[in-house]
């Protein structure tokens, strides 16, 4: 059954594997933008997807928590699996897999309501809090996760889009958190940020290691060596490289890894 | 002497002060003032249109909000009122009060006013000089006055049309005879009466409070506002759920195919289709089909609702299209269901382009005549409407039924029932624009 790819070779203990895909392949109408892709994401792991622009990072990773269904052209073929269930089977509560597997976006979009009412408002819709103490603790655990509770504290009831750009990413980590999902995907979180927030960020997601398997999508190679323990490198749809971070920035193996990481790449 | 790299033309540096430049700046420069020039005459042909508009209703309608009143000591005889002492006593007083004959005691009055008069005949024209409904107002004087049963008192009274329209100018008194259409016994009448200071203009209180009537300086316009009130709401109760809803359906969760592209067409199409046209299938469907009542508000409501929901439905779709992709992705991204991104989300955003589209969409409403003449809403109704099956009129309808009307004291009743619906359509209007500006957000 299993049955790992050249790509996925590296990747040898199943035990803490939270989700697997194989041979997936995606289409926008007639465009095949995901080219038979299997990969596994570990749990205790940050894994990073990298690769030029246009070469299905997005895609892949919003095929994961199935966010890809909006879209009305695309269509999604292979197996994907979290904790072994096959989320694109029909027996899959879509509503319940995007709250296992939460999303921050590359654009911060908070709520234009209360930074409070933008955590608050998962758990409510999940029915995580059986009173108003329990949601103001969950509230302020997020925001402590996200490293954000000392900055808002004294202004919950301020509005979320009043924030920084940084913070409002952070107050956009805090919300996938307070549903207590068990995947996080980042697609370029930092993309928008200045290097001191994006520094904010990297350590948040440092410190959230381990609670949740997360997969981040950069443009920055500094920070997928410094952030991820696996890396994946897409061209034009295919998953040309996949293992440890290490080994793919100090010794890549496929001469288009290697172009793309020394920046000699297009 | 050039170098080589400029002899190759695209690189030569460009001349901003040769001829060809210079006139070609003028020119840009000259288009600019031609092109502010029209747009200010544009704007000023505009306030213009709209001043002289505002001006003629106005100076035509203001005195409509007034009324002529007369004074007169009224002595209400019991034998005039052809009721006794023992009626009053019994346990149905105020019915009998009510049901006394109070069409003589004002002709009474004005004969005792002008003892000279003495010819029977000259004493009943006297009596033109009132209001018909000087009895209807001496009768709920006394009802709510008992006391002044057998006593005399000095009342203000209403006066009739021709008294009114000289008293505020609009018979012009030097006329001969025949062309103002008084003569000059009523006149010498009125000139005495104003002599003596015994006629005053007050605020037509009525005007507010009462429906129509054949007697111009009696008309008013209270039942036309309301039978508009009841109208509108039952438009708003239909065209706002339906409407929100179906762009709801159409902008969130229909497929997009041939279908819902055909239904999209045609409910473009549908919003310029006139209104008349609305009025036709309002009669053949809910008096035709349905048997429904004639002129009633809630026949006109259900019209109004067809003609407001294309209104409804484009501008919700608008505003919901305007809500960013970005907020759906992010409910959706935490796990929120179809119906909560919906409710919890892209219709709160939404809602403020929604509210502006759907009052817009009531001011046409508020403003529409000719499907409501379809379906009988012209019916002359001296009642004020209380519930949503009697028979009424609307504002609009009132101003094409009085303009139609030959007397000349509905004149100035037609311009004030304009004011009127005017201040309605600026209340309206504003709300919209208050709306917008208080829920507009940012994200
Ligand atoms: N909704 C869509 N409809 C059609 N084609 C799409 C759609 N979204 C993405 N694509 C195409 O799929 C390919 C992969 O896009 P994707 O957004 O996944 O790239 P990416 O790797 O995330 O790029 P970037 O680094 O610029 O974000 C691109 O060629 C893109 O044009
Ligand atoms: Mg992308």
């Known amino acids: ?266 | 002497m050039n170098k080589p790299a400029l002899a190759d033309g695209a690189l030569t540096p460009t001349d901003w002060t040769s001829p060809a430049m210079v006139a070609r700046i003028r020119q840009r420069y000259a288009r600019e003032a031609r092109f502010k020039a029209m747009g200010l005459v544009a704007l000023v042909i505009s306030a213009l249109f709209l001043a002289f508009l505002l001006y003629s209703i106005a100076g035509n309608g203001l005195t409509g909000f007034q009324s002529t009143e007369i004074r007169l000591n009224v002595a209400f005889k019991p034998e005039a009122l052809g009721i006794t002492a023992a009626d009053l006593a019994g346990p149905d007083a105020e019915d009998r009060l009510r049901q006394a004959d109070y069409g003589l005691i004002g002709g009474d009055a004005l004969i005792a006013r002008f003892p000279e008069v003495t010819d029977p005949g000259d004493q009943m024209d006297l009596e033109e000089l009132l209001s018909p409904g000087t009895a209807a107002y001496l009768r709920e004087t006394l009802v709510d006055n008992p006391a002044l049963l057998g006593k005399s008192i000095t009342l203000w009274v209403p006066a009739a049309t021709d008294v009114d329209m000289l008293n505020k100018g609009q018979i012009d008194a030097d006329l001969p005879a025949l062309e103002r259409g008084i003569s000059d016994r009523m006149l010498g009448y009125y000139r005495q009466l104003k002599a003596d200071g015994d006629i005053r203009t007050s605020f037509n209180t009525r005007f507010f409070t009462a429906a129509d009537s054949r007697d111009p300086e009696l008309a008013a316009i209270w039942g036309a506002t309301m039978g508009s009130l009841l109208t509108l709401f039952v438009t708003l109760l239909i065209s706002f759920p339906v409407g929100v809803l179906a762009a709801v359906y159409l902008e969130e969760y229909a497929p997009k195919n041939r279908l819902t592209d055909f239904i999209e067409v045609n409910i473009n199409n549908l919003a310029a289709v006139p209104s008349i046209i609305f009025g036709l299938l309002g009669l053949a469907v809910f008096l035709g089909t349905f048997g429904m009542q004639r002129s009633a508000p809630v026949v006109g409501g259900l019209t109004l609702a067809l003609m407001t929901l294309p209104t409804i439905v484009i501008a919700s779709r608008v505003a919901i299209k305007a809500v960013p992709p970005s907020i759906r992705d992010a409910a959706r991204g935490i796990g929120a269901s179809p119906l909560q991104v919906v409710f919890h989300h892209v219709v709160p955003l939404a809602l403020p382009g929604i509210m502006t589209g759907t009052i817009i969409g009531m001011a046409r409403a508020l403003g529409e005549t000719a499907p409501l003449l379809m379906i009988g809403m012209r019916a002359f109704v001296v009642d004020v409407p209380a519930s949503l099956t009697d028979p009424a009129t609307v504002l609009p309808v009132q101003v094409f039924l009085w303009s139609d009307s030959v007397e000349r004291g509905f004149v100035e009743k037609t311009s004030a029932a304009i004011i009127v619906l005017m201040v309605f359509l600026l209340m309206m209007n504003a709300l919209a624009i208050y709306l917008r500006q208080k829920f507009e957000r940012r994200w």
């Open chain 1, 1 to 266: 059954m299993y049955n790992p790819t050249e790509a996925t070779m590296t990747v040898q203990d199943t035990g803490a594997i939270k989700m697997t895909a194989r041979n997936v392949n995606v289409f926008y109408g007639d465009k095949h933008a995901i080219k038979d892709v299997s990969i596994d994401v570990r749990a205790d792991e940050v894994t990073a997807f990298i690769g030029p622009s246009g070469c299905g990072k997005s895609t892949f990773l919003r095929c994961l928590n199935r966010m890809n269904d909006t879209v009305a052209s695309a269509r999604v073929t292979g197996e994907m699996r979290l904790d072994g269930q096959d989320i694109y089977d029909r027996q899959m509560d879509v509503v319940q897999l995007r709250a296992r597997v939460g999303m921050v976006f590359q654009k911060p979009n908070p709520f234009p309501k209360s930074i409070y009412e933008n955590i608050a408002y998962g758990p409510r819709i999940h029915g995580l809090a059986r009173s108003r103490a329990e949601l103001d603790e969950i509230v302020a655990t997020s925001l402590k996760k996200a490293g954000l509770w000392d900055e808002v504290k004294d202004r919950l009831n301020d509005s979320g889009t009043a924030l920084s750009g940084g913070q409002q990413q952070r107050l956009c980590i805090a919300r996938a958190i307070a549903v207590n999902p068990e995947v996080i995907l980042m697609d370029e979180p930092c993309s928008a940020l200045d290097p001191i927030a994006t520094a904010k960020i990297e350590e948040l997601i440092e410190e959230l290691r381990g609670r949740y398997a997360i997969v981040i999508v950069t443009h920055n190679m500094q920070q997928a060596a410094r952030v991820s323990q696996k890396t994946a490198f897409f061209h034009l749809g295919d998953l040309v490289e996949y293992g440890p971070t290490s080994e793919i920035f100090t010794n890549p193996k496929k001469e288009k890894t290697k172009d793309y990481i020394t920046g000699r790449y297009g």
